[in-house]
């Protein structure tokens, strides 16, 4: 534990400021998933209005992804499809790195 010389070292913290950092820490989880919601959002209406100069903003030039259609695959009877998204917060940007979709 460090300790300034004004502050005195206490072994445990208290309830209440426990309970206060647990409540901030939600409120900035749920924050940052607001924000990676939105990235997503923009991500799929820059695809989907053919803005390229957008998506390139949004995306990591170092863009990873596994998809079924990069090995060939094909499933025509596909009624579900399912994607994850990894999102990195470079210099204070957050940008697209990854993307997996089954």
């Known amino acids: 534990m460090i300790v300034s010389k004004k502050q005195k070292a206490t ?3 208290p309830i209440e400021k426990r309970t ?3 409540k901030q820490e ?3 989880s749920t924050a940052k998933d607001k924000v990676v919601l939105q990235l997503n959002q923009e991500l799929l209406n820059s695809v989907a209005s053919s803005d390229f100069t957008k998506y390139n903003e949004l995306c990591a030039s170092d863009l990873t992804c596994f998809e079924p259609e990069t090995a060939g695959i094909l499933s025509p009877l596909t ?3 399912s994607e994850t998204r ?4 470079r210099n ?5 790195v990854h993307f997996h979709k089954s």
């Open 11 to 13: 072994p445990t913290t």
């Open 20 to 22: 206060k950092t647990a």
């Open 26 to 28: 939600k409120i900035m």
């Open 79 to 81: 009624k579900m499809t």
């Open 86 to 89: 990894v999102w990195e917060k």
């Open 92 to 96: 204070g940007v957050w940008k697209h």
